[in-house]
């Protein structure tokens, strides 16, 4: 079934306060690392001040994500600055706050990483790939 929501925020301004917010969370994590149903908890609650959407079920971030990403995991997975932990327990996310660009992380079309730079490659040695 699919589902089409109208939202009061833009797709770029929720992934900005989604992606702010969790890095702020995890920033005061102790090793930048927490678990995620108490991430889950954490986003939601301090997102709360966002009129999402005009209905109240699906007024928070959590029910964002798992109906536009199919899935809190999904979003996090699709980010190398993120690290999911997986345990016989418990399932955590890790920031790599190294990783992150904090200046472009209002989504415009920018990466989010500061792995930015090309490498061109001039001379193709087709041997390499001729068997």
């Known amino acids: 079934m699919v589902q089409n929501i109208k939202w009061n925020l833009t797709s770029d301004k929720c992934f ?52 536009e990403y199919k899935g809190f995991l999904n979003f996090i997975e699709d980010y190398n600055f993120y690290d999911v932990i997986k345990t016989d327990k418990d399932i955590s996310i890790k920031l790599y706050k190294n990783l992150v660009n904090l200046d472009d992380i209002k989504y415009s079309g920018k990466r989010l990483t500061k792995d930015s730079e090309w490498i061109f490659i001039d001379n193709f040695d087709e041997e390499l790939f001729i068997k």
Do not use: A, M, P
């Open 16 to 67: 900005e306060i989604i992606h702010l917010t969790l890095i702020d969370i995890l920033t005061e994590s102790k090793n930048c690392t927490r678990g995620i149903d108490e991430l889950i908890r954490l986003l939601n609650s301090r997102t709360k001040v966002y009129k999402l959407h005009n209905y109240r079920k699906y007024n928070s971030f959590s029910k964002y994500l798992k109906i």
